[in-house]
């Protein structure tokens, strides 16, 4: 017990130094085994967490655009040096492949490039001589404490979606990380203090729902930005909104790739394989659905089927293209949709319960799992899995897939493989998700756009990053100026006019 590692809150610029009351272990699930303990934070710490964010966030929000882009542009540059020390924390405590750990860092690091340019996105406009001698200007200020909330499936990227334009527009930030791997963001925590960040404006508090059901409440906190599971964003927003704060709340998905019969049938099935099994399905932006316009679907499910078999499950700091899952909890979870889907009459067409695997015995393992067949009223469609499975559902035409994805619950990505320009064009004009793919399969859009999705996959107005992020993190006023001159004076008490 000795030997494992501590994970513990930075807060104003260090680590926490008082035991903790409550812990949760951390596994490596590649191994099966805990590997740490995270300290979870109490109310009493979450007080003294917004205490400290405040009263930083009074000075940071003075400091010059040109200071807080000197110290965006210094971590900028540590990340970038160091972002192999995180792709392994990740890939040890998440379990998927180091490359893609990576990944998920540099598509984070983009957020921090494009907050590099605040000055510019917090540009207000001005209006000279709106009225006689009166200038009209906008201005977007800092909201003060902003909290982020975030799961474990990407635990560097996904905070990252947010932090990096809340302080560079001026706020000071408390990030309470997932408890399944809670090491990355300390390691981020470390950068920002060695990029010159004052001490306080990057907070992290470990912890359950304890942690979080105190940012809800504190009066402290001005707004919440949550990525998680659909019942928890629900009830983040609504509580959130409830305590008066401005929320963003992200939640599960279903995302559906529709294949036309005109489509490459090979670059659709690597696509297929790529954003259905890639971090073994842990991810909101996988396809588990593919959607198959007949008669292409016998001659699409081989090809899938061929290169699954290529597939190395295993260890992702050994030759694997897929880890394991999180937990033996989650992995039990989404093998029990494999047990249902069978159960409810799909096709399972590869069983990867029991999988060949590189790596230790007691990993949480499971291999990659298709389905045809499927059915909308079946189980392993209605919900999220979150895991290394992929249902084949069989359609006759477009407007029949399309009519599919418009009814799920969730809207967060999905993508069409076709040939035809007008066909996708059609598709994207007329499908109700937030984040659509032509012919790309992951369709994250780029730092400058925004990420969100639509239905049960985001409650609140607001989407991740790009403009619609520098919104959320800021305030409007508009102030409407006079400088006396002589011309001015007198009384008239009716209702000003621009003249
Ligand atoms: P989760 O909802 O279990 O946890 C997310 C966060 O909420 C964690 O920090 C966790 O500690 C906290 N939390 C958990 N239970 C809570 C409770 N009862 N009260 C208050 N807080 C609680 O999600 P997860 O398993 O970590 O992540 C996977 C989910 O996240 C999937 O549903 C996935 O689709 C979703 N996700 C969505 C997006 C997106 O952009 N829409 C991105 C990444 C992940």
């Known amino acids: 017990m000795s030997e494992l590692k501590r994970i513990t809150h930075f807060i104003n610029g260090e ?73 392994k924390l990740i890939t040890a405590e998440h379990g998927k492949v ?78 309470k990380p ?3 791997d809670p090491s990355a963001i300390n390691l981020i925590a470390e ?13 992290v508090v470990h912890g359950d729902k304890v942690a979080v059901d105190r940012l809800l409440e504190h009066p402290g906190v001005s707004s919440i930005s949550f990525v998680g599971s659909t ?39 690597d696509a297929a394989v790529n954003a259905g099994f890639g971090s073994a399905g842990e991810r909101c932006m996988a396809i588990s659905a593919l959607v198959a316009v007949e008669p292409i679907a016998d001659a699409l499910i081989a090809k899938i089927a061929e290169r699954m078999s290529g597939l190395k499950t295993g260890d992702g700091t ?32 590869v069983d990867g319960r029991n999988p060949k695997v590189n790596g230790a015995a007691e990993g949480f393992w499971l291999g990659p799992t298709l389905f045809d067949q499927v059915t909308p009223a079946m189980s392993i469609y209605q919900e999220e899995i979150f895991g290394p499975v992929l249902s084949v559902l069989r359609v006759k035409s477009y407007e029949e897939g399309l009519a599919l994805i418009n009814r799920h619950q969730y809207g967060n990505g999905t993508a069409i493989f076709t040939n035809d320009g007008g066909a996708a064009r059609k598709f994207q004009n007329e499908v109700l998700v937030g984040m659509v793919g032509i012919n790309v399969p992951i369709p994250v859009p780029t730092a400058y756009y925004s990420f969100g999705g639509w239905k049960n996959s985001l409650f609140g107005d607001t989407h991740a990053h790009g403009t619609e992020g520098v919104h959320f993190f800021t305030r409007g006023k508009v ?21």
């Open 318 to 349: 050994a030759e694997s293209d897929m880890g394991p899952l999180v937990t033996a909890v989650h992995r039990d979870k989404v093998a029990s949709f494999v047990d249902a889907g069978v159960r409810e009459g799909a096709k399972l067409v």
């Open 191 to 203: 950068f920002w203090k060695a990029a010159g960040l004052p001490d306080g404006v990057f907070n």
């Open 15 to 87: 680590y926490w130094n008082q035991p903790a009351q409550s812990t949760g272990d951390v596994y490596n699930p590649a191994l099966g085994q805990v590997i740490g303990k995270v300290d979870f934070a109490t109310v009493e710490l979450v007080n003294h967490a917004v205490e400290v964010a405040t009263n930083a966030q009074l000075e940071w929000r003075n400091s010059s655009l040109a200071k807080r882009t000197q110290v965006l542009f210094a971590f900028r540059e540590i990340l970038n040096s160091r972002k192999e020390e995180i792709a």
């Open 231 to 269: 019942p928890i964003a629900r009830y983040i927003y609504e509580n959130g909104t409830k305590n008066g704060k401005r929320v963003q709340a992200l939640g599960g998905a279903k995302n559906h790739m529709l294949v036309l019969p005109d489509a490459d049938l090979d670059l659709a099935a």
């Open 479 to 499: 102030v409407t100026s006079r400088w006396l001159d002589p011309s001015h004076g007198g009384i008239n008490l009716g209702f000003p006019q621009n003249r």
């Open 98 to 175: 180091l490359s893609d750990a990576l990944g998920e860092v540099t598509r984070g690091q983009e957020v921090v490039e494009f907050a590099c340019g605040i000055p510019h996105l917090l540009k207000g406009s001005y209006s000279e001589g709106a009225s006689t001698s009166i200038d009209v200007y906008s201005i977007r200020q800092p909201l003060g404490v902003c909290a982020i909330i975030s799961p474990f499936n990407f635990p560097a990227m996904v905070p990252m979606w947010f932090f990096p334009i809340a302080i560079a527009a001026g706020n000071s930030v408390i990030i």
């Open 178 to 180: 997932s408890e399944k």
